[in-house]
């Protein structure tokens, strides 16, 4: 059996040649478990070979993730939770808002329902304050959205949260230096846009790069397909909580 790593012949569980065990199959339910576990326990390595590939090679560095080259990358679960923590805490600070908080504060302004239950605004406060939990429940949500888009490709469920961990991990980087930047110049109001509009682009990056096997207009539909199936699936999650809330508070 050849190591999907280097290419070694494995003899044994590890590679003699780079490390890795001769194990790694593809990510599916069990093994995106085992990987899931792995992050919280064995994040020793590979974080700045991680953020380096994630920005210059994005798309191109996850495919081979998920092909097996993984000695070297930081597992996707904990590096998307160390990015959302990295921010919120810059956030904390700098004296400013995430990007959920400010959501939350331009909802609850302008809708009159969700500000009339007390229950269901706690249970958003307690979201928009804990950005990295919130990062983790939206991104089964962002997975599925891009899953609809690209399902043609291939993958599956699984590999796409592997997919979305890694770009919402680096979205948080940008949301970094805008705040950053937000501080010195005092003023946020066109930064917010231009960060959200990186965001965007860094997201369409990655599919560029990763789903190499669509023509290129393919490639530009289907990654808009996706953002557009996020906010319906978003939308329609968020109603249906309400609805409940209001039910339970009767």
């Known amino acids: 059996m050849d190591c999907k790593n280097c290419g070694y012949t494995v003899e044994g569980y590890y590679c003699a040649q780079c490390g890795q065990s001769g194990g790694v199959d593809r990510i599916n339910f069990p093994n995106f478990v085992r990987e899931l576990s792995g992050s919280v326990f064995q994040v020793d390595r590979g974080f700045l ?4 590939m994630l920005s210059l090679r994005p798309g191109h560095s996850i495919r081979e993730y998920l092909q097996g080259k993984r000695r070297r990358h930081f597992k996707p679960i904990a590096y998307v939770l160390i990015m959302s923590t990295a921010y919120f805490l810059a956030t904390k600070v700098l004296d400013s ?15 009159d329902a969700i500000s009339e239950s007390n229950s269901a605004m706690r249970v958003m406060r307690w979201l928009s304050q ?15 959205a891009s899953w609809l888009a690209f399902r043609k490709a291939g993958y599956n469920y699984f590999e796409h949260i592997v997919l979305n961990a890694y770009i919402t991990g680096q979205q948080a980087i940008i949301y970094i230096f805008s705040e950053l930047l937000t501080a010195w110049l005092s003023e946020d109001g066109v930064l917010s846009m231009v960060t959200i509009a990186l965001t965007m682009a860094y997201a369409f990056w990655v599919f560029w790069q990763f789903f190499s096997g669509f023509r290129p207009i393919g490639r530009i539909i289907r990654s808009v397909l996706a953002y557009v199936n996020f906010w319906l699936l978003f939308i329609a999650l968020f109603l249906s909580f309400l609805a409940l809330m209001e039910f339970v508070v009767g």
């Open 97 to 111: 808002n995430t990007v959920v908080n400010d959501f939350m504060t331009g909802f609850s302004d302008g809708a």
């Open 49 to 52: 070979y991680t953020l380096r």
């Open 130 to 144: 804990n950005y990295g939990y919130f990062t983790l429940l939206l991104l089964p949500l962002y997975s599925l």
